[in-house]
């Protein structure tokens, strides 16, 4: 006898979804700074396992909201990045790569310095390097269902 995956009801593969796509810490990234590296990586590999999105349109579109609304995403400290402020301190490539899914996101864990990230001589106040303000009003614009 077969089984039939998508002959199961919508609320048990959701069930079999949520097992395989939300963890119950935050995802940890940490960032990667060769050549071979990606901008992000897991820190952690196990226990999730977004490849199920990749079985077909359906489980796509019944499961990739459950990977970005139910998990709490840990990116890298901003304070750590400044040097390579550049490339917008990682967030951004993440959230592009997500593409419309960004809107799903309700958890984002930053780590923001005590102290800011550099001293502006000319205008005699501390600042954050513009590419961390960047990726905090590109998650505020993108990640909508963020809320305080």
């Known amino acids: 006898m077969t089984l039939n995956f998508f002959g199961l009801p919508k609320e048990i593969r959701l069930q079999l979804y949520s097992e395989l796509l939300v963890l119950p810490e935050p995802i940890v990234f940490v960032a990667g700074y060769g050549p071979p590296s990606p901008p992000l990586f897991r820190s952690n590999r196990n226990g999730l396992f977004p ?28 304070s750590v990045t400044v040097s390579f402020a550049t490339d917008s301190a990682h967030i951004a490539p993440f959230l592009c790569q997500i593409g419309s899914q960004v809107s799903l996101i309700r958890y984002i864990c930053i780590t923001i310095p005590s102290f800011p990230t550099f001293y502006d001589s000319q ?11 960047k990726n905090l009003e590109l998650i505020r614009d993108t990640c909508t269902s963020i809320t305080c």
């Open 51 to 78: 490849a199920l999105l990749q079985v077909n349109k359906q489980a796509h579109s019944e499961a990739s909201s459950l990977l970005c609304s139910n998990n709490r995403f840990q990116f890298p400290d901003i």
């Open 123 to 133: 205008q005699g106040r501390a600042m954050f390097h513009e590419a961390h303000i």
